[in-house]
């Protein structure tokens, strides 16, 4: 069974504008590389939660993010 698409929790015009990058080296974005981007935070979300928890909080610290 496919996995139900999770909502976006980006801004996809100014992600996709920070992606393309500027100058010299512009790229182009797929729909997909916004898609996996978009998973990537709620895994980064999910570990957050997750760390928080082990240590007695309820309150998510940035370092809870990026540990």
């Not at 976006?8 to 393309?20: P, R, Y």
Request: aromatic share 6%; net charge positive; glycine share 6%.
């Amino acid at each position: 069974m496919a996995k139900a698409k999770k909502e976006m929790l980006l801004v996809g015009s100014k992600t996709k504008e920070a992606l393309k990058g500027s100058g010299k080296n512009t790229f182009n974005v797929s729909s997909e590389a916004l898609e996996a981007l978009n998973e990537h935070v709620y895994w980064l979300v999910e570990q957050a939660q997750k760390r928080c928890a082990a240590n007695g909080r309820k309150t998510i610290r940035p370092y809870d993010i990026l540990a």
